[in-house]
């Protein structure tokens, strides 16, 4: 089956929750520092290890975060909540339960517009919540997991640090568009948690962490039952996750088969989900209000004060920067969708001309990201580099294939551009002399071509060119070259 035969047939519906590890210094109910990479626990106190008769306190940081965060989603802020105890037992959980929220979420009911294919879709909000991140377990053994393993490490550096999860709503009425839009609510939220400086926000570390649920159902028949896609770590699998879900459920309904709500694991070799834990029975966690800690009641002054020193969240940001670039909406979408628009803008303060900057960013370094399946903002150039080369070009010190073979270099290296222009010897070719020789040289080596140009048929000297050149290594001006090639064949244009 193909994706327009599902899209013909059914309907999706997706929802999203995504876990967002707090970048605050230390834990969420104790002092110990939250710092990645220590050796391990290391970072451990009798609190965040469950130890009997420990307290835990609340970090106020980390709620101040979460209330920035549901402020920006336009979420209204709870002003009194309970933290409430999650119980299950998990080896890298040593309390045996995790203090996370439950019915009385700290925000609730906002939303995030996202536009997809020259549409906006708004994805609701259905809470933001403060709970606690566990800690982590090593299988040991040729398989790394924990089947085969022959024994099983545990590190509590991790338990403890505070997590926000963001649950949205379900999304309906997105049709073929759900993957993408999928992909663009998690980008944006990325970018917004990102401006509001509250996580690092790293999915291939783990500090954002998504998990996608998707169904399918007839047009005007009730939802399906969805499944919940775990594993998922960067913003191409979000997108390949949901359409993978659809295509798989699909040919299971078309069979007269019934979904089965469970978690699936994303495979990113694959692009496909494996079934993982069923969801049929749910878990009873036994949820209560935590003894152990006061309730939140943030004073609502101090909310709006938190709404008033919002930084200027990315949907306002593009807004301005699409008036101030002076770019038309349809470029503003085409930046977008190739993740630049920050981008081209940090290039543009950073001296470039908005031409030379959006060019850049979506033609040769975009290409650049595709083939190393990153994002462009994740290739290792910053946009004050673009905006030197920019100008390297502008005063001719560069041709443009020289350029690029300087961002090849600042790719490979991290170094610098005029490092790398100095490393590699990246300088225009201007003098004649060696113009003129590589010249002779060429066309001696083509008479065959060299004889079709004198005899009128100008286009042929593109190859000549062409073998000057490489024999430049690209440091020739491409436009002088053909001058003195076709001044040596003696003819004009
Ligand atoms: P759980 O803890 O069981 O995963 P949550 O309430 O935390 O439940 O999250 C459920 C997610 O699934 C929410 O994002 C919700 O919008 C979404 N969802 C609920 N019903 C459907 C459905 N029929 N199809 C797709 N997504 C759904
Ligand atoms: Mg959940
Ligand atoms: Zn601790």
Redesign the pocket.
């Known amino acids: 089956m193909n994706y327009e035969d599902v899209i013909a047939r059914y309907e999706p519906?997706?929802?999203?929750?995504t876990h967002v590890e707090l970048g605050t210094a230390s834990k969420m109910f104790c002092g110990c520092s939250t710092e990645f990479g220590a050796p391990p626990n290391t970072h451990t106190c009798p609190v965040c290890l469950g130890l009997p008769g420990a307290l835990p306190v609340a970090n106020e940081k980390a709620i101040e975060s979460t209330i920035r965060i549901g402020l920006a989603l336009n979420c209204s802020i709870a002003s009194w909540c309970r933290f409430a105890r999650k119980n299950y037992f998990y080896p890298d959980m040593p309390k045996n339960f995790q203090t996370s929220q439950y019915d009385e979420p700290l925000c609730v009911d906002g939303y995030l517009d996202v536009e997809v294919g020259g549409r906006t879709v708004r994805v609701g909000i259905?809470r933001v919540h403060l709970e606690e991140d566990t800690g982590k377990n090593t299988h040991v053994g040729t398989s790394g997991r924990i089947h085969g393993a022959d024994y099983s490490l545990v590190d509590y550096n991790r338990a403890g640090i505070p997590l926000v999860?963001i649950?949205?709503?379900?999304?309906a009425g997105a049709g073929e568009l759900a993957p993408e839009v999928a992909r663009e609510y998690v980008t944006q939220l990325r970018d917004i948690l990102r401006t509001l400086g509250v996580s690092d926000v790293r999915m291939e570390q783990g500090s954002l962490r998504c998990?996608v649920?998707?169904?399918l159902n007839k047009p005007g028949e009730p939802?399906?039952?969805?499944t919940?896609t775990k594993n998922v770590n960067s913003l191409r699998s979000v997108e390949r996750a949901v359409r993978s879900e659809m295509l798989r459920q699909a040919a299971l309904l078309d069979r007269g088969e019934r979904i089965l709500q469970e978690t699936r694991h994303f495979q990113e070799t694959t692009g496909d989900t494996r079934s993982g834990r069923s969801?049929e029975e749910?878990t009873d966690y036994r949820y209560f209000p935590e003894p152990d800690l006061v309730p939140m009641a943030p004073d609502p002054e101090w909310v709006e004060q938190l709404r008033k020193e919002l930084p200027e969240l990315p949907a306002a940001r593009r807004a301005r920067l699409q008036e101030s670039l002076g770019v038309s909406a349809e470029d503003m979408v085409q930046m977008a969708n190739a993740g630049v628009v920050e981008l081209v803008g940090a290039t543009v303060e950073a001296g470039a001309p908005v031409a030379e900057a959006r060019n850049w960013w979506l033609g040769y370094l975009a290409q650049q990201a595709n083939q190393r399946e990153v994002e462009a903002s994740e290739l290792g150039i910053t946009p004050g580099q673009v905006a030197r080369l920019v100008q390297l070009v502008a005063d001719g010190t560069l041709s443009v294939a020289l350029a690029r073979q300087a961002v090849d270099g600042v790719l490979e290296t991290g170094s610098d551009v005029d490092a790398v222009i100095a490393e590699r010897g990246l300088k225009r070719v201007s003098d004649t002399g060696a113009l003129e020789a590589a010249a002779d040289e060429a066309i001696a080596a083509n008479p065959d071509v060299a004889e079709k140009v004198r005899g009128g048929k100008l286009p042929a000297v593109g190859a000549l060119v062409g073998a000057v050149m490489k024999a430049t290594r690209g440091q020739a001006d491409a436009a002088a070259v053909r001058t003195i090639l076709l001044e040596k064949l003696g003819v004009s244009e």
């Not at 519906?13 to 929750?17: D, M, Q, R, S």
């Not at 649950?167 to 999304?171: A, E, L, N, R, Y």
């Open positions: 519906v997706i929802g999203l929750e259905e999860e649950v949205t709503k379900p999304v998990d649920n998707t169904s939802w399906g039952t969805r919940e969801k749910a």
